[in-house]
């Protein structure tokens, strides 16, 4: 069957996993019937445990769907620490559903695949070996790719059913009230655990670091929690979130940077009271400071920065540019600091963030949203999952929830050494170009021709040439030539949902 | 033209490419190493090909390192490399340039 975005997905395993192909990005007002944890009574004498290899033979069974968060990001050891005694307890055909795999748990991951105790997967994205085993088949059945707010919309439906979900904390009670905010690995927001830590049947807190009774403020609760387990270190400090993030030197990303702020001033929603987001990466860093210096030179602020936060977003907010935050993740140490000290920092969870199938996200107040991409094509659709070359090496994260946004800016550069980011056909697509606005390139812009009044507001931008995508596309391919198309088996190694959970794209194993 | 030496240009540098040439016996040998392999690996080779046949080398073993290089780049690096293997860095074929 194909979808609406011209994708030829493979009937037998829609069938298979019950799912519908990709249509709209218009959500509409479904009913939903939500699902809701298991739950084993305790007045807490229990809870504390020394041995984590008890709390996970207790607990895990063959089978058995677990979680963890990817709040650590690099500096993560809790990931490890578990799957080392999961493998070495020859459990077999669990379904791993973190809120995404980083680098530093590649190796353990590859492991547990080709020892069959892990037999699916579904994350956010993968990168590095791991990516590169998946896409050569090292996993039987596809992984499923989702969005933040897409999973946490799956396990408020059911369609991730958690059955114990092992959460790292930089500090708890002994009853398991806890927070990212203090502590020597303290990462900032816990968005993303959230989702895990209320829907999960039994909840494993681990941390390195026992605080008084009662703790607060308490992100998760003791009402939901099972065990806390005391280890050495849950975390590296120094790799949990970059250091003090560079300004970028980079003259095609000023270049971009600053034409992307031309984009968003000259654009209908940049008034009084606008909200934005913008990603990590040297681009969007260096848009946030273009864009303080125009909110001072026209008296502007704006009335919330969403989603993953960086050092430069929190300077905005004591600045009193910007008057709320909304926190789903930390990039870096600077944001993950400040949060304890500053009550306009809002903590809010993965289906706050950005989950389509609730009572109304933060997504759906968010103005301009400036997302990257590693491709884009001339129908606006944008890849942040699969290189040029068929393997994964990104993540959806927050990409398809944000790209709802009023006005969604794509900045990327024409080409990547010789890579072209504006290509014919994206060659796997996650966020369909129906929610895509302008692109920004290096070069000029392109403005998608349903937004007609985008079209007429930017026209005459000085400095900002406005030409149309084909013609950027055009621009790439006269750089680096006309690539040989990519050779894949008929094996299907992932599918991407969209938000909806609906098949917006498969990614098939590469032939080498 | 028989190569005369074992030659090289171009760096490992982002962008760049790294030519070796040395005397081969049996046609043009290519030994190419890409990250764009699959997607610009016979380009890469056809453009250094023709720089070989416009100097009229017939035989010859060549490296190729390729860090991304456009086909510009790639062709200025062969051109060079070919020079030099030849010999004839001090009195160049102005005909192939």
Known sequence: MENSVKRELPDELMDKLDYKPFETVDFGNPEIQRVAPKVRATTGKDKLVDSLEKAVTDNVKDGMTISFHHHFREGDYVF?????????????????????????????????????????????????????????????????????????RAIEEGDIKIDVAFLGVPNSDEMGNAN???????????????????????????????????NTPASIEQTQVDYVVKVDKVGDPDKIGSGATRFTKDPKELKIAQTVNNVIVHSPYFKDGFSFQT??????????????????????????????????????????????????????????????????????????????ANKGAMVDKLDVVILSALEIDTDYNVNVMSGSDGVIRGAVGGHQDAATAKLTIISAPLVRGRIATVVPEVTTNVTPGDSVDVLVTEVGIAINPKRQDLIDALKDVPGVPVYTIEELQQMAEAKVGKPEPLEYTDRTVAMVEYRDGSIIDTIKEIKD | MEIKKTAIAGTLESSDVQIMLSQGTDGIQFNLESDVEKQYGKAIKATVADVLKAYGVDNANVKIVDKGALDMVIKARAIAATQRALDIVDEPMWEVL
Not at chain 1, 90 to 106: E, F, H, I, V
Request: charged share 20%; glycine share 10%.
């Open chain 1, 279 to 356: 990603g990590s990466g040297g681009a969007a860093l260096a848009v946030t400071r273009f864009l303080r210096q125009s909110m001072i030179d026209n008296g502007i602020t704006a009335s919330f920065a969403l989603g993953g936060i960086t050092k430069p977003t929190i300077d905005l907010l004591e600045e009193g540019l910007v008057k709320k935050v909304m926190d789903v993740q930390d990039f870096d140490k600077g944001a993950a600091q400040s949060m304890k000290s500053n009550r306009d920092q809002q903590e809010i969870s993965a289906t706050w963030y950005a989950d389509p």
């Open chain 1, 180 to 214: 990212g905010m203090d502590g020597e690995t303290a990462f900032g927001s816990l968005g993303y655990a959230l989702m895990d830590a209320k829907y999960a049947d039994k909840v494993v807190l681990i941390t390195d670091n026992i605080v008084d009774y009662p």
């Open chain 1, 80 to 152: 490890n620490m578990v799957m080392r005694i999961i493998i070495d307890h020859g459990y077999k055909d669990l379904t791993l559903a973190p809120s995404s795999l980083t680098n530093t748990m590649n190796d353990i991951t590859i492991e547990a695949i080709e020892k069959g105790v892990v037999t699916n997967i579904t994350s956010s994205g993968m990168r590095g070996t791991l990516g590169d085993a998946v896409s050569h088949g090292a996993l039987e059945n596809p992984v499923i790719f989702r969005s933040h707010g897409g999973r946490a």
